[in-house]
């Protein structure tokens, strides 16, 4: 390991799982940290990540996992942050980086307006995951042509820009792609483009189970793909997207709020035969599909984007 590529001594992994083993993973391979510790309150989460060899050690609480570490890697859901905060106050080491990966910025920025002043928190969205969960799921290619959304607090520091800057670096080092915003922002953005499709999923999957004249073999059997992608979404992690609803309710609601608007305009639509309603509905949806291929955000391979194989 070259002192060049590492940009991090010590990190410590307080959640192994998908997000935050793919980071440990991602680091090994692109030698930008030195050293990884893992816990999680989950004891087999943390050895399973050690016996996989994601993580370098394993911690028993979160004190001896952080008290070493120049890197503190917070990928928890985002209601628990509140409590590893209150934690890392007391625990880290003077110096420390804290980063977090949550999808809700805005909540999590008020839950760290406590720590210490030589402490440095900058708040990450990686912008990237899959409906898998655990250490098992994480890959360290996950980062690759991805965004990492940045929502740094008002502080402006020469210690706290040296700290935002080796963040930058190590998500690039990862091969994401950076981008920085106001919380308030990402939380609206956000809400649009992944929470509310998450929420139009489990509800659309849950109502299909509750279709009495529609057997659950049946739904099964005649999945087309469309309801089988929802399918997929809905097979996130539960835990994790209660914290994200409960945490960003302000902006879910009010994006949930316009997309109620238009569901009743494609509803009035339907009942009065207006096709060119439809049509200008459906096209306009299918523009945006094109540029997000175009942004190479996804594929345009047929098969909703899967291999022959049906991945």
């Not at 898998?132 to 402006?156: M, N, V, Y």
């Not at 200008?280 to 523009?287: D, H, I, L, N, T």
Request: proline fraction near 4%.
């Amino acid at each position: 390991m070259s002192d060049e590529q590492q940009i991090f001594e010590h990190a410590a992994i307080i959640g192994p799982g998908l997000i935050g083993g793919s980071i440990a993973r991602a680091a090994h391979e692109t030698d930008a940290v030195g050293r990884i510790t893992g816990y999680d309150k989950d004891e087999r989460i943390t050895a399973r990540a050690l016996e996989l060899g994601v993580i370098d050690d394993a911690a028993s609480d979160i004190a001896s996992a952080v008290g070493a570490a120049d890197l503190i890697i917070i990928a928890t859901p985002v209601g628990a942050a509140s409590d590893v905060f209150a934690q890392l106050k007391d625990a880290a080491a003077p110096g420390a980086v804290i980063i977090d990966v949550g999808s809700v910025k805005k909540s999590v920025c008020d839950a760290a307006a406590n720590l210490r002043d030589d402490l440095y928190f900058v708040p990450c969205h990686p912008v990237a995951g899959t409906e898998q969960s655990g250490p098992d799921a994480g890959f360290a290619k996950l980062f690759e042509d991805r965004w990492c959304i940045i929502t740094p607090p008002p502080r402006d520091d020469a210690p706290y820009r040296k700290a935002l800057q080796k963040v930058e670096r190590l998500w690039a080092a990862f091969g994401a792609h950076v981008e920085v915003m106001d919380a308030d922002h990402h939380d609206l953005a956000l809400a649009v483009t992944s929470h509310l499709p998450h929420l139009i999923a489990f509800t659309l999957v849950g109502a299909a189970d509750d279709v009495e004249s529609v057997a659950q073999a049946e739904v099964i059997k005649y999945s087309a793909g469309g309801f089988r992608d929802f399918t997929r979404i809905a097979a996130s992690d539960p835990i994790m997207w209660r914290d994200v609803f409960l945490n960003n309710k302000d902006a879910i609601l009010e994006v949930l709020g316009r997309f109620s608007e238009e569901l009743s305009l494609m509803q009035r639509a339907i009942r009065w035969g207006d096709g060119e309603a439809l049509e200008k509905a459906f096209a306009r949806g299918r523009s945006l599909r094109r540029a997000i291929v175009d942004a190479g955000q996804e594929t345009a391979a047929p098969n909703f984007g899967r291999d022959e194989e049906g991945h």
